[in-house]
Nanobody, 124 residues
Framework: QVQLVESGGGLVQAGGSLRLSCAAS????????MGWFRQAPGKEREFVAR????????YYVDSVKGRFTISRDNGKKTLYLQMNSLQPEDTAVYYC?????????????????WGQGTQVTVSS
C-alpha cells in the first residue's frame, strides 16, 4: 500500500508559479507510475500529467503543455508538479495518484492510491 500527501498549494496571481509536492510512504515508490489530477468546483476530476517509474517518460493534458512540468525523485519518494504561467482556469484541488503500470494512466479509475489534495487558487 502507498500513502500520498500533497503540499505546496496556495493563492497566486495570474502569471505566477507554484510547485506542488507529493510525498509517498509505504511500498516502493519507484514501482509506481504517478499522476497529477485536478478537480475544479462543479467539475469532474481531470487528468493533468503523468510520469513513468524512472521519470523518463512524461505526458500532459494539452491545456498545460509548456507551462507545467511533472518530475519525481525516487530517492526522496516525492513527486513534483512545477506550474508556471498559472491562469484562473487552473484553479482547482490538485491530487497526486499512484498506479502500478510503468507509465501510469490518464484515466483516474485506473489509479489505486490517492492523496487528500491541495488547493490551488489563481486570481485574475
Amino acid at each position: 500500500q502507498v500513502q500520498l500527501v500533497e503540499s505546496g498549494g496556495g493563492l497566486v496571481q495570474a502569471g505566477g508559479s507554484l510547485r506542488l509536492s507529493c510525498a509517498a510512504s509505504g511500498r516502493t515508490f519507484s514501482n509506481y507510475g504517478m499522476g497529477w489530477f485536478r478537480q475544479a468546483p462543479g467539475k469532474e476530476r481531470e487528468f493533468v500529467a503523468r510520469i513513468s517509474w524512472s521519470g523518463g517518460n512524461a505526458y500532459y493534458v494539452d491545456s498545460v503543455k509548456g507551462r507545467f512540468t511533472i518530475s519525481r525523485d525516487n530517492g526522496k519518494k516525492t513527486l513534483y508538479l512545477q506550474m508556471n504561467s498559472l491562469q484562473p482556469e487552473d484553479t482547482a484541488v490538485y491530487y497526486c495518484a499512484a498506479d502500478a503500470r510503468e507509465n501510469g494512466s490518464s484515466r483516474r479509475d485506473e489509479y489505486g492510491y490517492w492523496g487528500q489534495g491541495t488547493q490551488v487558487t489563481v486570481s485574475s
